[in-house]
Protein backbone atom coordinates (compact mmCIF):
# COMPACT_ATOMS: atom_id res chain seq x y z
CA UNK A 1 0.00 0.00 0.00
CA UNK A 2 1.55 3.49 -0.97
CA UNK A 3 1.67 5.96 1.78
CA UNK A 4 1.70 9.51 1.06
CA UNK A 5 2.76 12.47 2.90
CA UNK A 6 6.65 11.01 4.27
CA UNK A 7 6.92 14.55 5.44
CA UNK A 8 4.82 17.57 6.43
CA UNK A 9 8.13 19.48 5.33
CA UNK A 10 7.23 18.24 1.44
CA UNK A 11 3.61 19.91 2.23
CA UNK A 12 5.12 23.26 3.57
CA UNK A 13 7.19 23.40 0.41
CA UNK A 14 3.87 22.45 -1.74
CA UNK A 15 2.03 25.21 0.15
CA UNK A 16 4.73 27.78 -0.10
CA UNK A 17 5.18 26.95 -3.71
CA UNK A 18 1.61 27.54 -4.16
CA UNK A 19 1.50 30.58 -2.65
CA UNK A 20 4.60 32.33 -4.19
CA UNK A 21 4.26 30.66 -7.70
CA UNK A 22 7.98 30.76 -8.38
CA UNK A 23 11.04 28.08 -7.29
CA UNK A 24 13.26 30.68 -6.40
CA UNK A 25 11.32 32.60 -3.56
CA UNK A 26 10.28 29.40 -2.04
CA UNK A 27 13.97 28.86 -1.34
CA UNK A 28 13.90 32.29 0.32
CA UNK A 29 10.43 31.95 2.16
CA UNK A 30 11.75 28.78 3.80
CA UNK A 31 15.54 29.78 4.06
CA UNK A 32 16.55 26.56 1.99
CA UNK A 33 18.23 25.99 -1.21
CA UNK A 34 16.24 25.84 -4.67
CA UNK A 35 16.96 22.31 -5.36
CA UNK A 36 15.90 21.20 -2.17
CA UNK A 37 12.27 22.72 -3.00
CA UNK A 38 12.55 21.34 -6.03
CA UNK A 39 13.59 17.63 -5.07
CA UNK A 40 10.52 18.17 -2.31
CA UNK A 41 8.20 18.65 -5.46
CA UNK A 42 9.39 16.41 -7.49
CA UNK A 43 9.02 13.66 -4.18
CA UNK A 44 5.70 14.50 -3.33
CA UNK A 45 4.41 14.35 -7.17
CA UNK A 46 6.04 11.07 -7.59
CA UNK A 47 4.26 10.04 -4.37
CA UNK A 48 0.78 11.12 -5.34
CA UNK A 49 1.59 9.89 -8.84
CA UNK A 50 0.05 13.60 -10.35
CA UNK A 51 2.05 16.53 -11.48
CA UNK A 52 1.00 19.32 -8.85
CA UNK A 53 2.72 22.26 -10.71
CA UNK A 54 2.28 23.42 -14.41
CA UNK A 55 5.71 24.89 -15.07
CA UNK A 56 6.12 28.04 -17.97
CA UNK A 57 8.26 31.32 -17.77
CA UNK A 58 6.79 33.06 -15.75
CA UNK A 59 6.44 30.67 -12.86
CA UNK A 60 4.36 27.91 -12.28
CA UNK A 61 0.64 27.22 -11.27
CA UNK A 62 -1.37 24.39 -9.89
CA UNK A 63 -2.50 21.60 -11.69
CA UNK A 64 -6.18 20.80 -10.79
CA UNK A 65 -4.45 18.10 -8.68
CA UNK A 66 -2.41 20.99 -7.12
CA UNK A 67 -5.74 22.73 -6.55
CA UNK A 68 -7.28 19.80 -4.65
CA UNK A 69 -3.98 18.74 -2.82
CA UNK A 70 -4.36 22.09 -1.06
CA UNK A 71 -7.21 22.56 1.09
CA UNK A 72 -6.11 19.48 2.58
CA UNK A 73 -2.56 20.04 3.10
CA UNK A 74 -3.19 23.18 4.61
CA UNK A 75 -5.26 21.53 7.46
CA UNK A 76 -3.09 18.81 7.47
CA UNK A 77 -0.03 21.50 8.39
CA UNK A 78 -2.11 23.01 10.66
CA UNK A 79 -2.94 20.45 12.89
CA UNK A 80 0.47 19.52 13.15
CA UNK A 81 1.18 22.97 14.19
CA UNK A 82 -1.81 23.15 17.02
CA UNK A 83 -0.52 19.59 18.08
CA UNK A 84 2.70 20.54 18.66
CA UNK A 85 1.25 23.57 20.31
CA UNK A 86 -1.17 21.25 22.53
CA UNK A 87 1.99 19.30 23.81
CA UNK A 88 4.26 22.20 24.21
CA UNK A 89 1.94 23.76 26.30
CA UNK A 90 0.98 20.67 28.46
CA UNK A 91 0.99 21.61 31.71
CA UNK A 92 0.95 25.46 31.42
CA UNK A 93 -2.01 25.78 28.83
CA UNK A 94 -5.59 23.76 29.23
CA UNK A 95 -6.75 25.09 26.28
CA UNK A 96 -5.18 26.46 22.47
CA UNK A 97 -7.68 28.66 20.40
CA UNK A 98 -6.97 30.25 17.23
CA UNK A 99 -8.94 33.07 16.55
CA UNK A 100 -9.67 35.31 12.84
CA UNK A 101 -10.68 38.70 12.93
CA UNK A 102 -10.99 41.95 10.08
CA UNK A 103 -8.48 44.03 10.96
CA UNK A 104 -11.09 46.83 11.82
CA UNK A 105 -12.85 44.27 14.02
CA UNK A 106 -9.54 43.94 16.01
CA UNK A 107 -8.45 47.34 16.38
CA UNK A 108 -12.35 48.58 17.60
CA UNK A 109 -13.15 45.27 19.89
CA UNK A 110 -11.56 42.26 19.77
CA UNK A 111 -8.25 43.97 20.97
CA UNK A 112 -9.59 44.91 24.85
CA UNK A 113 -11.92 42.26 25.02
CA UNK A 114 -8.49 39.59 24.50
CA UNK A 115 -6.90 41.73 26.82
CA UNK A 116 -9.60 41.23 29.87
CA UNK A 117 -10.33 37.36 28.28
CA UNK A 118 -6.29 36.74 29.25
CA UNK A 119 -6.62 38.27 32.45
CA UNK A 120 -9.63 36.03 33.05
CA UNK A 121 -8.68 32.54 31.43
CA UNK A 122 -4.48 32.70 32.17
CA UNK A 123 -4.86 28.89 31.41
CA UNK A 124 -6.28 29.01 27.86
CA UNK A 125 -3.15 29.85 25.03
CA UNK A 126 -4.55 32.14 22.27
CA UNK A 127 -3.51 33.27 18.44
CA UNK A 128 -4.86 35.75 16.25
CA UNK A 129 -4.73 36.34 12.68
CA UNK A 130 -5.79 39.24 11.04
CA UNK A 131 -7.05 39.74 7.56
CA UNK A 132 -10.09 40.24 5.47
CA UNK A 133 -13.77 38.71 5.58
CA UNK A 134 -13.20 36.22 2.11
CA UNK A 135 -9.91 34.87 3.61
CA UNK A 136 -10.75 34.75 7.11
CA UNK A 137 -13.93 32.50 6.15
CA UNK A 138 -11.97 30.04 3.73
CA UNK A 139 -9.69 29.71 6.46
CA UNK A 140 -12.30 28.90 8.88
CA UNK A 141 -13.91 26.40 6.34
CA UNK A 142 -10.89 25.09 5.79
CA UNK A 143 -10.26 24.45 9.69
CA UNK A 144 -7.54 26.82 10.38
CA UNK A 145 -9.58 28.93 12.42
CA UNK A 146 -12.04 28.31 15.59
CA UNK A 147 -13.70 31.25 15.81
CA UNK A 148 -13.59 34.29 12.57
CA UNK A 149 -14.89 38.16 13.41
CA UNK A 150 -15.80 38.99 10.19
CA UNK A 151 -18.13 41.95 8.38
CA UNK A 152 -20.55 39.96 6.72
CA UNK A 153 -22.47 37.08 7.63
CA UNK A 154 -21.81 33.50 7.05
CA UNK A 155 -24.86 31.51 6.17
CA UNK A 156 -24.26 27.46 6.28
CA UNK A 157 -26.12 25.28 8.36
CA UNK A 158 -23.01 23.62 9.90
CA UNK A 159 -21.94 26.93 11.16
CA UNK A 160 -23.18 29.50 14.10
CA UNK A 161 -23.40 33.34 12.95
CA UNK A 162 -23.92 35.87 15.79
CA UNK A 163 -23.90 39.48 14.67
CA UNK A 164 -22.20 40.75 17.78
CA UNK A 165 -22.47 44.74 17.04
CA UNK A 166 -22.54 47.57 14.56
CA UNK A 167 -20.42 50.83 14.06
CA UNK A 168 -21.65 54.06 12.44
CA UNK A 169 -19.41 54.96 9.41
CA UNK A 170 -18.94 58.78 9.44
CA UNK A 171 -17.11 61.11 6.66
CA UNK A 172 -14.24 62.49 8.38
CA UNK A 173 -11.17 65.33 7.60
CA UNK A 174 -8.59 67.25 9.57
CA UNK A 175 -9.75 69.54 12.01
CA UNK A 176 -7.75 72.69 10.12
CA UNK A 177 -9.55 71.58 6.97
CA UNK A 178 -12.41 74.51 6.96
CA UNK A 179 -13.97 73.11 3.78
CA UNK A 180 -18.14 71.84 4.46
CA UNK A 181 -18.35 72.68 7.60
CA UNK A 182 -21.96 72.59 7.18
CA UNK A 183 -22.40 69.17 5.82
CA UNK A 184 -22.51 68.21 2.21
CA UNK A 185 -24.97 66.09 0.42
CA UNK A 186 -25.01 62.30 -0.41
CA UNK A 187 -24.98 63.02 -3.89
CA UNK A 188 -21.59 65.53 -3.76
CA UNK A 189 -19.86 63.29 -1.40
CA UNK A 190 -18.28 61.85 -4.85
CA UNK A 191 -16.93 64.95 -5.64
CA UNK A 192 -14.62 64.93 -2.55
CA UNK A 193 -10.84 63.85 -2.71
CA UNK A 194 -11.35 60.62 -1.07
CA UNK A 195 -9.52 57.89 0.25
CA UNK A 196 -11.16 54.47 -0.22
CA UNK A 197 -11.02 52.83 3.49
CA UNK A 198 -12.55 49.73 2.25
CA UNK A 199 -15.30 49.92 4.54
CA UNK A 200 -17.84 50.66 2.69
CA UNK A 201 -20.94 47.27 1.68
CA UNK A 202 -20.99 46.71 -1.97
CA UNK A 203 -24.44 47.90 -2.31
CA UNK A 204 -23.21 51.61 -0.53
CA UNK A 205 -20.29 51.81 -2.63
CA UNK A 206 -22.20 51.60 -5.74
CA UNK A 207 -24.83 54.59 -4.83
CA UNK A 208 -22.17 56.50 -3.72
CA UNK A 209 -19.74 56.28 -6.65
CA UNK A 210 -20.50 56.01 -10.33
CA UNK A 211 -18.54 52.72 -11.86
CA UNK A 212 -16.55 55.16 -13.15
CA UNK A 213 -15.16 56.89 -10.01
CA UNK A 214 -11.55 56.46 -9.58
CA UNK A 215 -9.76 56.52 -6.27
CA UNK A 216 -6.25 58.50 -6.20
CA UNK A 217 -5.80 56.83 -2.71
CA UNK A 218 -6.88 53.30 -1.78
CA UNK A 219 -6.15 51.77 1.52
CA UNK A 220 -7.14 47.94 2.20
CA UNK A 221 -6.44 48.27 6.25
CA UNK A 222 -8.89 51.43 7.05
CA UNK A 223 -6.30 51.84 9.75
CA UNK A 224 -4.10 52.88 7.27
CA UNK A 225 -5.86 55.96 5.84
CA UNK A 226 -6.32 57.62 9.36
CA UNK A 227 -2.16 58.88 9.63
CA UNK A 228 -2.71 60.36 5.70
CA UNK A 229 -5.74 62.57 7.07
CA UNK A 230 -3.63 64.57 9.36
CA UNK A 231 -2.71 68.01 8.03
CA UNK A 232 -4.54 67.29 4.51
CA UNK A 233 -7.26 68.19 2.58
CA UNK A 234 -8.23 64.32 2.41
CA UNK A 235 -11.51 62.88 3.43
CA UNK A 236 -12.27 59.11 4.45
CA UNK A 237 -15.54 57.42 5.54
CA UNK A 238 -14.17 55.25 8.96
CA UNK A 239 -16.13 53.91 11.77
CA UNK A 240 -16.53 56.57 14.07
CA UNK A 241 -15.10 54.24 17.31
CA UNK A 242 -11.87 53.94 14.75
CA UNK A 243 -11.43 57.97 15.47
CA UNK A 244 -13.17 58.81 18.22
CA UNK A 245 -10.12 59.58 20.04
CA UNK A 246 -8.91 62.15 17.40
CA UNK A 247 -12.19 63.29 17.13
CA UNK A 248 -11.88 63.75 21.28
CA UNK A 249 -9.08 65.27 20.61
CA UNK A 250 -10.08 68.10 17.99
CA UNK A 251 -7.64 66.62 15.46
CA UNK A 252 -9.79 65.07 13.34
CA UNK A 253 -13.90 66.28 12.66
CA UNK A 254 -17.19 64.87 11.14
CA UNK A 255 -18.86 66.23 8.30
CA UNK A 256 -22.62 65.97 8.24
CA UNK A 257 -23.81 63.71 5.35
CA UNK A 258 -27.16 65.24 3.99
CA UNK A 259 -30.28 63.41 2.55
CA UNK A 260 -29.03 60.00 3.18
CA UNK A 261 -27.12 57.51 6.07
CA UNK A 262 -24.52 55.61 5.33
CA UNK A 263 -25.56 52.12 6.83
CA UNK A 264 -23.57 50.99 9.81
CA UNK A 265 -20.87 48.17 9.44
CA UNK A 266 -21.70 45.20 11.43
CA UNK A 267 -19.37 42.32 12.72
CA UNK A 268 -20.19 38.75 12.99
CA UNK A 269 -19.04 36.09 14.94
CA UNK A 270 -18.85 32.64 12.64
CA UNK A 271 -17.53 29.39 14.37
CA UNK A 272 -18.15 25.63 13.32
CA UNK A 273 -21.18 24.27 15.40
CA UNK A 274 -18.29 21.62 16.13
CA UNK A 275 -15.95 23.70 17.33
CA UNK A 276 -17.93 25.10 19.90
CA UNK A 277 -17.91 22.16 22.06
CA UNK A 278 -14.45 22.66 22.48
CA UNK A 279 -13.58 24.34 26.26
CA UNK A 280 -11.68 26.87 24.53
CA UNK A 281 -14.50 28.08 22.01
CA UNK A 282 -16.99 27.83 25.14
CA UNK A 283 -14.86 30.27 27.56
CA UNK A 284 -14.30 32.47 24.86
CA UNK A 285 -17.68 32.89 23.67
CA UNK A 286 -19.11 33.07 27.01
CA UNK A 287 -16.15 35.70 27.64
CA UNK A 288 -17.90 37.39 24.75
Request: with cysteine; net charge positive.
Given at each position: ?????????????????A??K???R?????????S???????????E??Q?????G??????????Q?L??????I???????????????????????????????M?L???????????????V??KCG????L?????R??LD????????H?P??????V?E???????????????G??S?AS????????SNF???????????????????????S???????G?????????K????????G?????????????P????????K??????A???F????
Amino acid sequence: RRVLFRSTEQLKTFLSLAETKNFSRSAEALIISQSTVSKRIGELEKETGQPLFLRGRGGVRLTGAGQALREYAEQIVNLEEKALSQMNRTGQYSGYLILGSAYAYYDMHLCSRLRVFAQRHPDVSVRVKCGHTGALLNELRRALLDVAFTHHPFHNPDYVCTCVGEDELVLVTDAKNTEHCGGISYASVKELPLIDSNFLYGTTQRRLFPPSCQFQLRMDIASCAVPLLKGGGWYAILARKHVEALLQSGRLRVIPIRGEEIPPVQHYMVYRKESGQQPAVQKFISAL
